[in-house]
Structure formats: C-alpha cells, structure tokens
C-alpha cells in the first residue's frame, strides 16, 4: 500500500533506495503522529474499551478488580429511576426535536427570503449558541423563579396565570426542552441557511413555470434539495439531546420526582453520589449501543451522499 | 411592476416625473428587491405591492421576535445585575435599574473569586489550543502528506471517535486521568486534564487532514528538491497557506473549552481551580439573585467579544462541520 503511493520520481529505481527511503519516511511520519497516538490511546481508544471491560467487573481500586458478569445491569435496571431516566430522556429528544428541529428549519427558510437585516439576525439567532451553556441554564432558572422570573412577570403581564416551571412534574420537562431549544437552535439555524444557499435558482425557476406556488415550490424544491443535510442533523441531534445532562444537573437535579431524570444524569449520580461507579458504567454501555445506531446510520448517510 | 429596474436616483432626477410620483403615492419607484439570489418567493411576487406589504410585515415580525427572544433575555440579565433585590422582587417589574450602579459587578467579582476563574479557564483554552494545534496539525500533515505505512487505519480509528457520544466514555475517561495507565499520574486539578483530552479530537484532525490533502502535491515537492526536510515543509509551506483551517480549528478548541461543562465539573473539583463556568455554578444557590446574575454576564462576555471578533470564521466552521461529518 504505502509502496504504491511514492510517486515515481524520474528513473531512481533502485529496490535498496526505495526500501531505504520507505523506512525513513514511515518513521519520519510516525515522529509525527507520536502526540496524537498518545492523546487518543489515553483519553479516546482505551476508554472507549474500558468503559465495556468495567461494566462487567466490580472495582474499588484497592482490591484487584472483580468479574461480576451481568450484576451491575441488573442493579441498574431495579433502580426505580432507570425506567424514568429513559423515559424523560427519549421525552425529552423528541420534544426537543420537535422545538429544536422544526424551528431552525423554518426560521432558515425565513430568513433565506429576507433581504434586509440578515447579518443582524444570523448575529442574533447564533448569540445564545456563544454563551457558556452553564450561563443560559442558569439565566433560565431565574427566568424560571415562580415568584420574581420573567416567564411569570410576562404572563402576568397578559394577566395569565404564572406557572410552576421547574417546580411541577408537569412542566419540569418542558422547561429544559424549552431552555435547551434557546441555546442550541441557532446552530441548526445557520447550517440550514447555508444548505439554503446551494440550491440553484434555476430549480425554483422552473417550478414556477410548471405553475407551483410557494408552498409547492417549498415542499418540492426546498425540502428535497435540503434531504441530505435535515437527516444528518436529525441523527445528530438525536444523538446530542439523548446526552442531555447539564439541564437536569443544574435546574432541577433529576426531580420533581424523577420528573426529568436522563440516563446520562442517573450515570452520574451512580459515580460520584452513590459510589457505584461500575454500575454507572453498565448504564453508559447501554447509552452507547443505542447511540451508535444512530452513529452508524449518520456515518452511513454522510459516507454515501458526499464526494 | 415594470418600471422598478430603472434605478431610483435617475428617474426622481426629472421634475416631471418625481411630481407624479408625488400625486400616485404608493407608484413611486422604488429601489427593487435584490433579488441576485433567487429563492423559493418569486422575485416578481415580491416586487408586487401586495408582495411587499408582506414583506415588510414578515421582515418586521421576524426582527421583533429575534429580539425579543434572544437580545431581550440579555438585556433583562444585564439590568438585572444592576437592581437591588427588593427591586429585582418588585411587582411590576422595573424595565430599566432604578438607579445605574455597577456595584452587582463588582460584588460579584469579589464574591465568586471570578479574576481565577476567568485566569483559570483562559488558561485552559490556551493551552489547549496550542496543544490541539501541535499534536493535530502533525498529525494530519503526516497522515495526509508523509502517508506512512497503516495510516488510514490510524484514520480510521481517530474518526471512529466521532461516533462514541463524549459522554458515555466521561467515566473511564475521567478513571484514566485520575491514574494514567503505566504512568500512574494523578491530573485531577492540573490543566493537563483538559489539554490532553481536548487534542485527542478526531474532527480537528478530519478538518486539517482534508485541507491538507487540497494542496497541491507539486508544491511540497518542490520544497523537497530544495532540501528541506518535512519538519520544515510543514512549518514553510503547510502551514502558511493553511490559516483559514488553522483559524476554524482555533475558534473551535477555544470556544469548546470555555463553553465545556461536565469535564471540567469532573476533573477540577478544587474551587482555586474550577473554570469559570463549574464555579459559578458551584455557587449558585448560595449568592443572591443579583450578584449570581451579575457573575453571568462576566463569564459571558469573553465568549461574546470572541463572537463579535471571529464571527466569520465561527460560522465557517459551523458549516464546515455540517456540510461533511
């Protein structure tokens, strides 16, 4: 393989030479490579092994470490918050899908049309998307405040109602779709925009020849032309939301009664609150089979449709 | 609409016309649309008086909205750092500080410790920015250009890092940086617990190596009859006309280092050495409204004035990302 690569440089053929120059090179290139082989082996390729090897094992890091083949699943399944972490998790991808999916796309397609203040709101839409995110959850909490938040003192406003927010099981959820929504949504927004962009006038031309109206021309033009890269945001964002973390840790800490538990906060709280790290990583595992389907399918797509 | 490609300054030039302009009102004509890019509305639509009046609407609905939806929020945290706690209680809420004081800030400043913070995370982002540059930038130059024996294995398995969600490994990987493996380091609370990791990322790699691999071969070999060894081709060559990928890369570390949050919260427990955003959340539920509202408009300003300088190449990144995962 790599014999074939050299190029063949005018007439020096010599077997010895090349075989010499081969070495060199290899070495040459692996003296290269050397810091990134020990940043992934450390802290990418030996995790990635370890976190399997230490789902099956009891470790205490004193005594040597313990097969215990499938206990640690077992200990997580009876948790009482196992069913709910997923539930809310899967709950809450598929509302933050529904916000933070359709959203985006829509405010592109808008924006895509306007001719006046576009650098203003790309500026704008994409300013949450900069703050740190523990900034925009924590600013949402106070936002959040049934007494003294914005949220309330604006329905007051309107002399509706104020809401529980965090504090009720029945909004808790909503609360962190619409907090994340905030945040994340102004990346999808401009990648939308600029897949926008590619699409050839000439294909909105032509459908206004065959007689299509706008939401024709949308539904037929826009959309299939934009196939590729809405699916490969879908699986991305279903693989980012189903890691939701931050949200629970910090607003509501998994309550109000397991109200917005996700896998990946019950995972922390079995580390470092209940000292159970092996089982914290036997619910890791199980996240990481259902999130490389989804991976393997992103990867699938992406590898087919570019070049 | 036909009369609107005529430009504007031209036809107000003469008396005759501007003057019956004056008496059709809504006639006049107007600057037309830009419509260099065509895009799903029709141009002709658009340059319609019915279509313009929805234009306008839509346009000033669309500015309204982003604003009170995203600019707003801003401006409620920055004034709201700058009110009492009775005023920040009071009902209706005050739209403007009953009195401008920056004391919020300052109390939080001296409250939060945030001078170390800030001193902290810059000095995490900084330095894995220059790691990540180090370590990634050869490696992609090795894997793209010097080509060695196994190198699209060694590709393969970086990008297979891609694939595995960050935070299902955060366990083992926190395990290995609390022992590093034969080495037996302990590098909780030490930069190098972020640095390390951060250059371990496969999409910088995927970035640069895909750049790199656009240069022109000629250009290298050239550079290699005159002598110079791959060290200094990467350095002379390489990365000089490189800097718009060294750029989206950069943008990117930093951005992601200042902006983490589980890793840092994992492996710098100590308070001296927390980052910006871990220690403001720390103590959160022991400050008062204003100050813990004022403390987040400081930790957000790095991020914003980086926004406001790097924009272009942050968004270039941004699709640099989507447009090829």
């Known amino acids: 393989m790599t014999t074939a690569s050299i190029p063949a440089a005018g007439g020096r053929r010599r077997q010895p030479t090349k075989l010499r120059r081969a070495v060199r090179r290899n070495v040459t290139a692996y003296g290269f490579l050397c810091g990134a082989l020990i940043c992934f082996a450390f802290f990418s390729w030996y995790p990635m092994i370890r976190e399997v090897i230490l789902s099956f094992q009891k470790t205490n890091f004193v005594d040597p470490p313990k097969w215990v083949g499938l206990e640690n699943f077992r200990t997580v399944v009876s948790d009482p918050a196992f069913g709910p972490a997923w539930v809310n998790t899967a709950l809450f991808t598929v509302l933050a899908l529904l916000c933070g999916y359709g959203i985006p796309f829509v405010t592109a397609i808008v924006l895509n049309e306007l001719r006046h203040a576009r650098a203003y709101l790309r500026f704008v839409v994409y300013l949450p998307v900069m703050l740190p995110p523990a900034v925009s959850v924590l600013l949402f909490q106070w936002f959040y405040n049934p007494d003294y938040g914005l949220f309330n003192q604006v329905l007051d406003l309107f002399h509706l109602p104020g809401l529980q927010w965090l504090n009720s099981t029945s909004t808790a959820l909503i609360s962190l779709v619409i907090v994340s929504t905030w945040m994340n949504m102004g990346s999808g927004t401009l990648i939308y925009l600029a897949a926008l962009q590619t699409i050839p006038s000439e294909l909105y031309e032509a459908a206004e020849l065959d007689g299509a109206g706008l939401f024709k021309r949308i539904r037929h033009v826009t959309i299939p032309q934009t196939k590729l890269i809405l699916l490969v945001m879908l699986l991305l964002q279903i693989v980012a939301t189903m890691q939701v973390f931050i949200e629970p840790y910090l607003l509501t800490g998994g309550g109000p009664e397991n109200a917005t538990v996700s896998v990946v906060y019950l995972m922390y709280q079995y580390a470092f609150n209940f000292g159970n790290l092996n089982a914290g990583n036997a619910l890791g595992l199980m996240l990481m089979i259902v999130l490389m389907v989804f991976s393997a399918i992103y990867l699938r797509v992406s590898r087919d449709n570019t070049v | ?325």
């Open chain 2, 1 to 325: 609409m036909s009369d609107t490609t005529v430009m504007p300054g031209r036809s107000a030039g003469t008396p005759a016309t501007s003057a019956r302009q004056e008496r059709r009102g809504p006639r006049r004509p107007r600057k037309p649309m830009n419509t260099q890019f065509r895009t799903a509305v029709s141009p002709h639509q658009l340059n319609t008086t019915r279509g313009r009046i929805v234009y306008w609407i839509v346009l000033v609905i669309v500015v309204v909205s982003f604003t009170a939806a995203f600019v707003f929020p801003l401006y409620w945290m920055i004034t709201g750092a700058m009110k009492s706690t009775e005023e920040l209680n009071a009902i209706p809420p005050t739209f403007l500080p009953s009195h401008f004081s920056l004391d919020g800030y300052l109390e939080a400043w001296d409250l939060l410790d945030l001078g170390t913070l800030l001193g902290n995370t810059a000095l995490y982002a900084g330095g894995a920015w220059l790691l990540t540059l180090a370590v990634d930038v050869s490696a992609a130059y090795a894997l793209s250009k010097l080509r060695p024996a196994l190198g699209k294995v060694v590709l393969a398995l970086m990008l297979s890092t891609l694939m595995i969600p960050p935070m299902v490994i955060m366990l083992p990987a926190y395990l290995t940086v609390k022992d590093v493996p034969f080495l037996h380091w302990n590098l909780l609370n030490t930069p190098w617990a972020i640095w390390l990791p951060a250059a371990a990322n496969g999409f910088n790699v995927f970035l640069l190596k895909r750049f790199f691999d656009s240069i022109p071969r000629e250009l290298l070999e050239a550079a290699e009859i005159d002598g110079a060894s791959p060290g200094r081709i990467l350095w002379s060559v390489v990365i000089p006309i490189s800097r718009p990928i060294l750029g989206v890369v950069s943008i990117l570390t930093v951005v992601n280092v200042w902006r983490d949050f589980v890793w840092p919260l994992l492996v710098l427990p100590d308070s001296d050495k927390m980052s910006v955003s871990i220690g403001i959340a720390s103590l959160s539920s022991q400050m008062p409204q204003n100050v813990l509202v004022a403390s987040l408009v400081i930790a957000s300003i790095p991020t914003i004035v980086v926004f406001f300088l790097f924009q272009r190449h942050i968004m270039a990144g941004l699709t640099a990302g989507s447009l090829k995962g």
